[in-house]
């Protein structure tokens, strides 16, 4: 069993749409959680960052935490088709420094 | 600000050619990271650097090895390439506890 899952999907979502993404895991050492979206051809780009369990929002996007059934998500907002992308979740244990990630699930948002 | 630069963009090998890659961190981050982007495996953490010293590798063979320098830029080094080294090498910088931010990579191609 991979320490992190996610859904790899795809994933398709008419423009407007409020999107669903979502991780379970298995290490109850991770503490802290990030989301990063990937485009073709480039890097993770960091979206969200969260420590604790609970909601953090940003703009159109919210990142929710729940530590005690080891899942997070990610909801996407007002779906845009310059969301379209690949969305990772990544989470990395207290005193260490290496992040553990998901497969990526694949997102694209139809005009 | 700029972000996290990674070189060369592209490299074709053959199998038991060694490669360099090379990275520059976000200025004011000390920590280096190298994560393998391979298909259908997602990303894993292959080496951490703080300070000049490697502080942690994933599970790779030792001949993925590496360095930090000074000024905080890394190299990732790969000896004896292998079909499967196939991928996109990322590398993320960070400052202490906070977030990583990712370059852009280096896709490898061995044929």
């Known amino acids: 069993q991979k320490e992190v899952e996610q859904d790899p999907g795809p994933l398709s979502v008419p423009e407007g749409a409020i999107v669903s993404l979502n991780c379970t895991y298995s290490n109850s050492a991770f503490q802290y959680f990030m989301w990063y979206r990937q485009y073709s051809r480039k890097g993770p780009e960091l979206l969200m960052y969260?420590?604790?369990?609970g909601n953090k929002e940003d703009g159109r996007f919210t990142a929710q935490v729940d530590k005690s059934s080891k899942y997070i998500s990610l909801f996407i907002r007002d779906s845009q088709p310059s969301d379209s992308a690949t969305y990772l979740c990544?989470?990395?244990?207290?005193?260490?420094?290496?992040?553990?990630f998901g497969t990526g699930t694949r997102l694209t948002v139809i005009p | 600000e700029a972000g996290v630069t990674q070189s060369p963009t592209h490299l074709i090998k053959t199998r038991g050619q060694q490669v360099t890659l090379r990275c520059s961190p976000i200025s004011g981050h000390t920590s280096v990271y190298w994560y393998q982007q391979a298909l259908g495996l997602g990303l894993q953490f292959l080496l951490w650097?703080?300070?000049?010293?490697?502080?942690n590798r994933g599970n790779f063979p030792p001949r993925f090895s590496g360095r930090q320098f000074p000024n905080y830029s890394s190299e990732l080094n790969v000896n004896a390439l292998e079909l499967e080294d196939s991928a996109l090498y990322l590398c993320a910088s960070s400052f202490g506890e906070q977030p990583q931010h990712f370059g852009d990579g280096t896709r490898l191609s061995i044929l």
């Open positions: 990544a989470m990395i244990e207290t005193g260490a420094n290496n992040l553990f």
């Open positions: 969260t420590y604790s369990s």
């Open positions: 650097y703080d300070e000049g010293e490697e502080r």
